[in-house]
């Protein structure tokens, strides 16, 4: 999958992804609440309110309602500047409805929170920064100017001025402190999501291809006999056309047409298997298939199978897409960060399968070997784009990451290293220095039992 191709297409669409509906929404019930909060404060505390500004007040966030009801769709999404304006009435409504009701001393101040969390959870960085830097300068002003809260008899009620400006600070930490916890969990659920999204992506297309190749390896196999027999019968026609050169040539032409015809459908078989023979293969094979677009690319990939505990009999493992889309992920990366060498190691006992993938290059960095497998997280360390081994690539953790989730998927557990102490010299490095991915199944998740039946191939249809 091209992660370049993905990163663009997410960058480019994650506008428009607050719904106008949901904000009118939250508005209705904040309407309800400051309405009920102000007939309480009225009836039933008896407070000297200036009711009538108040009521002013929630009409107009009444009338942006029905307004944006009845002028915009349902389905209407806000762009980027209409949901910060949006916000920003919202918070200029709740503030100036504080400043008429005690200010900072009404005890719904710390709504003012909500838009900026809202923001901080949907929009991008700048709109959140410009929002939250309006709810603290609002609050500021509340500080110092708004309405006293006085009873019936005209006290007035004000908390001290410590706990005033204590409040004050709490509000303050409380817009910053909620803005950057949201806007991180929230940018990493979204990350967590789009790299998920290309592990699918990524997964389906190698389904594909493999069902793709089974259609061409079955074609393959039913035009066999007929190419064979227009190879044959234009060959005869040639010998027989002998004394007519013209049309001899045609039956040549005819011959060669037929035997291209049957190498191109041989090629295209390759790459993808559905007999379901062939859904199962010893772990070299596997290895080897996916190893198999990086054999020619100037870098020498060794490959070694040893079975531990006396166990010499290599095993026979279920050949899933995963599983080869996985390992030829990790391959990629060996291949394009080693030097001149890439060492793939089978490795079985009695209980467990691992494959190590290590190749002499400059190894992971420190500071993100903890991080690795996580999306959106550089893999190596930063380089010049001239000099880089994959110029013009954005490295983003994608491939790594959908190869650990695809590998995780059958079962397999996986772990990162360095193969060379970073204290040592380059003379004094080992020959196996760069980095190493070690993938460990369970024998009996990825093992193909060699008495286990096969299943009957299934037809073909028509799409």
């Avoid at 990086?294 to 899933?320: S, W």
Wanted: hydrophobic share 50%; proline share 6%; aromatic share 6%.
């Amino acid at each position: 999958m091209d992660q370049l191709a993905f990163g663009h297409l997410t960058r480019d669409t994650r506008s428009d992804w607050v719904r106008m509906r949901t904000l009118i929404l939250l508005r209705w019930i904040a309407i309800a609440g400051q309405l009920a909060t102000i007939s309480v404060a009225d009836r039933v505390l008896k407070l000297a309110l200036p009711v009538g500004f108040c009521y002013l007040v929630v009409g107009a966030a009444v009338i942006a309602n029905l307004i944006a009801v009845f002028i915009f769709p349902e389905t209407k999404r806000l762009s980027e500047a209409e949901a910060l304006l949006t916000l920003l009435f919202d918070v200029a409504q709740l503030a100036f409805l504080l400043f008429l009701t005690g200010g900072l001393n009404n005890p719904f101040a710390l709504l003012i929170l909500a838009p900026v969390t809202i923001s901080a959870l949907a929009l991008e960085l700048r709109t959140t920064v410009i929002l939250g830097g309006a709810a603290i300068g609002m609050v500021s002003l509340l500080a110092w100017f708004h309405v006293p809260l006085r009873q019936a008899d005209g006290a007035e009620l004000a908390v001290p001025p410590l706990f005033g400006q204590g409040f004050w600070l709490a509000i303050v930490i409380g817009i910053v402190f909620l803005a950057t916890y949201s806007r991180r969990v929230a940018t990493e659920i979204r990350g967590m999501s789009d790299a998920l999204l290309a592990t699918q992506m990524a997964l389906a297309r190698e389904q594909k291809l493999t069902d793709l190749g089974g259609v061409v390896a079955a074609a393959a196999h039913e035009l066999g006999t007929p190419l064979a027999t227009i190879t044959l019968v234009s060959s005869e026609l040639a010998e027989e056309l002998a004394d007519r050169p013209d049309l001899a040539e045609d039956a040549r032409l005819i011959r060669s047409q037929a035997d291209r015809c049957r190498d191109i459908l041989r090629g295209m078989g390759r790459a993808g298997k559905d007999d379901t023979h062939l859904r199962r293969a010893p772990l070299q094979a596997v290895l080897r298939e996916a190893a198999e677009p990086h054999l020619n690319r100037g870098k020498q990939v060794l490959f070694h199978l040893e079975g531990m505990d006396g166990d010499a009999r290599q095993p026979l493992i279920h050949r899933h897409p995963e599983v080869i889309h996985g390992l030829r992920n990790l391959m990629q990366n060996a291949v394009d960060f080693a030097r001149s060498r890439v060492w793939i190691d089978g490795v079985w006992t009695g209980s467990r399968i691992s494959v190590r993938i290590i190749d002499d290059g400059p190894g992971y960095p420190p500071h993100v070997l903890g991080r690795i497998g996580d999306p959106f997280v550089r893999s190596r360390a930063d380089e010049d784009p001239a000099a880089a081994p994959r110029p013009g690539y954005e490295g983003m953790g994608l491939g790594l990451f959908i190869a650990k989730t695809l590998l995780e998927r059958s079962g397999a557990e996986l772990s990162f290293a360095n193969g060379g102490d970073p204290f040592l010299s380059g003379s004094e490095h080992p020959e196996r220095s760069g980095a190493i991915v070690e993938v460990i199944w369970p024998r009996d998740r990825i093992e193909v039992q060699p008495d286990s039946p096969l299943a009957r191939n299934a037809p073909i249809a028509a799409t």
